[in-house]
């Protein structure tokens, strides 16, 4: 029986091929089949979650709530170094240079990405800014984001900060940046369903060491990681507590 | 900054829920929120300080061993109405999601306002702490609260 592995659907996308390698890597450690499964959204990879039909998950921090709390699946690891952080940008030509400068009736151009919205929204709130009077205009990806801004499609982008950094010098030298989250205990982690748990054990020793080989740390590369850092369980309840502050009602 | 700030100071003796009392200088200057951040805090069951990350140490000029094993309560200022808080336990205690626009009181007199949410942590079925994540609030919510707060006192 093969198990099944997935990605959160806000993954870089040139970084595709590096968990293809992951789950190569992961079959020859635990020698069982495991099935990557990738989806570009997160409502049917959601959906197949809450069917049981994934036993392990590189999950948005957002998601780990149902995940652990509802479905029984334990956060083992997240990447080092590597907290999911926000960034509100603007056209460069644009005349506001602060989050407060902004008024109603802006649009707002972002991703699906739950937790880089949720952050977004949470930094407009001191202009006064919220669902009610913002216009929200979902896109598929970062790039697209920035080509909202540039051709003055919307007023404002929300990205996620490590998407941001990795655009072209000549997309960002079009923008600039108002805002920048630094909150650094939020983060993806990967976490094992109650199909896996016997694999636990094993895993923990694989992953942590993984860095320290040469094939693991050439798969970590193809991942844009650098290694896997344990998580304990009240770690990852105060991740989760620190979320549910955030997310309206 | 607000409008109404003086720099003024004055000694105040600020009393707690619980029966002491401490004497404190209260200086009317605001320290602006930082941006991007969020002040996070946890407490046990009984609000005394388990966790502070490292915006609250910053933001409340306390050290982190000034802070831990201490009431929350070092932090209330005296314009705030203690009806705000008493709304805020009866909430958290009752299981709920609590949120408000809070006047915090620093280490050297002046303050800082923010806005707070505070959930209970549940851990296998039992009330183990709180956690309270506070905010950059927006002016026209903190200048409501402090029309609305002067009201209450
Ligand atoms: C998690 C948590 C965070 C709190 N944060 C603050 C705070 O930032 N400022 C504050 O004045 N009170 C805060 N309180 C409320 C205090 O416990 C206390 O009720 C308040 O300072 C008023 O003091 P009193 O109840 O003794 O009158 C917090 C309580 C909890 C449980």
Same mark, same amino acid.
């Given at each position: 029986?093969?198990?099944?592995?997935?990605?959160?659907?806000?993954?870089?996308?040139?970084?595709?091929?590096?968990?293809?390698?992951?789950?190569?890597?992961? $079959?020859?450690?635990?020698?069982?089949?495991?099935?990557?499964?990738?989806?570009?959204?997160?409502?049917?990879?959601?959906?197949?979650?809450?069917?049981?039909?994934?036993?392990?998950?590189?999950?948005?921090?957002?998601?780990?709530?149902?995940?652990?709390?509802?479905?029984?699946?334990?956060?083992?690891?997240?990447? $080092?170094?590597?907290?999911?952080?926000?960034?509100?940008?603007?056209?460069?030509?644009?005349?506001?240079?602060?989050?407060?400068?902004?008024?109603?009736?802006?649009?707002?151009?972002?991703?699906?990405?739950?937790?880089?919205?949720?952050?977004?929204?949470?930094?407009?709130?001191?202009?006064?800014?919220?669902?009610?009077?913002?216009?929200?205009?979902?896109?598929?990806?970062?790039?697209?984001?920035?080509?909202?801004?540039?051709?003055?499609?919307?007023?404002?982008?929300?990205?996620?900060?490590?998407?941001?950094?990795?655009?072209?010098?000549?997309?960002?030298?079009?923008?600039?940046?108002?805002?920048?989250?630094?909150?650094?205990?939020?983060?993806?982690?990967?976490?094992?369903?109650?199909?896996? $748990?016997?694999?636990?054990?094993?895993?923990?020793?694989?992953?942590?060491?993984?860095?320290?080989?040469?094939?693991?740390?050439?798969?970590? $590369?193809?991942?844009?990681?650098?290694?896997?850092?344990?998580?304990?369980?009240?770690?990852?309840?105060?991740?989760?507590?620190?979320?549910?502050?955030?997310?309206?009602? | 900054?607000?409008?109404?700030?003086?720099?003024?100071?004055?000694?105040?003796?600020?009393?707690?829920?619980?029966?002491?009392?401490?004497?404190?200088?209260?200086?009317?200057?605001?320290?602006?929120?930082?941006?991007?951040?969020?002040?996070?805090?946890?407490?046990?069951?009984?609000?005394?300080?388990?966790?502070?990350?490292?915006?609250?140490?910053?933001?409340?000029?306390?050290?982190?061993?000034?802070?831990?094993?201490?009431?929350?309560?070092?932090?209330?200022?005296?314009?705030?109405?203690?009806?705000?808080?008493?709304?805020?336990?009866?909430?958290?205690?009752?299981?709920?999601?609590?949120?408000?626009?809070?006047?915090?009181?620093?280490?050297?007199?002046?303050?800082?306002?923010?806005?707070?949410?505070?959930?209970?942590?549940?851990?296998?079925?039992?009330?183990?702490?709180?956690?309270?994540?506070?905010?950059?609030?927006?002016?026209?919510?903190?200048?409501?609260?402090?029309?609305?707060?002067?009201?209450?006192?």
């Amino acid at each position: 029986m093969a198990y099944n592995l997935t990605v959160s659907p806000d993954f870089a996308p040139d970084h595709i091929s590096g968990w293809y390698f992951f789950n190569t890597w992961l $079959q020859r450690q635990l020698d069982v089949g495991v099935h990557l499964e990738l989806y570009d959204c997160f409502e049917k990879q959601r959906s197949d979650i809450r069917d049981n039909k994934i036993d392990m998950i590189y999950a948005n921090p957002y998601d780990a709530s149902m995940l652990v709390r509802e479905l029984g699946f334990k956060a083992i690891a997240r990447p $080092q170094e590597r907290p999911d952080e926000t960034v509100i940008a603007v056209s460069a030509e644009s005349t506001i240079s602060s989050v407060e400068e902004l008024q109603a009736g802006i649009t707002v151009a972002t991703t699906d990405d739950p937790d880089v919205h949720t952050m977004g929204m949470i930094m407009l709130e001191p202009a006064d800014l919220d669902g009610s009077n913002v216009t929200t205009k979902e896109v598929d990806t970062y790039v697209i984001v920035a080509k909202n801004l540039l051709n003055g499609n919307a007023d404002v982008g929300f990205f996620l900060k490590d998407a941001y950094d990795e655009l072209s010098d000549l997309i960002k030298g079009q923008m600039k940046v108002l805002v920048s989250s630094q909150i650094s205990v939020v983060h993806h982690s990967l976490l094992v369903g109650p199909t896996m $748990q016997e694999f636990i054990p094993r895993l923990e020793e694989r992953l942590f060491s993984m860095h320290e080989d040469e094939k693991g740390k050439g798969v970590l $590369q193809s991942m844009n990681l650098e290694e896997w850092e344990p998580m304990t369980e009240e770690e990852t309840e105060f991740m989760i507590d620190l979320i549910d502050t955030l997310v309206i009602e | 900054m607000s409008d109404q700030d003086t720099g003024e100071s004055r000694e105040v003796t600020i009393s707690y829920h619980d029966g002491t009392s401490r004497a404190a200088t209260v200086v009317d200057r605001e320290v602006p929120y930082p941006d991007g951040k969020l002040i996070v805090s946890r407490t046990d069951p009984n609000g005394i300080i388990t966790h502070a990350n490292q915006a609250f140490i910053d933001m409340s000029g306390y050290t982190r061993d000034e802070l831990i094993g201490v009431n929350h309560y070092i932090l209330r200022h005296p314009d705030m109405p203690s009806v705000a808080f008493a709304g805020l336990w009866e909430t958290i205690e009752a299981g709920k999601k609590w949120h408000g626009y809070v006047k915090n009181l620093r280490k050297d007199g002046s303050y800082y306002w923010v806005k707070a949410t505070v959930i209970p942590n549940i851990r296998n079925g039992k009330l183990v702490g709180y956690t309270s994540v506070r905010r950059k609030p927006s002016r026209s919510k903190i200048k409501a609260s402090e029309e609305l707060y002067a009201t209450l006192m």
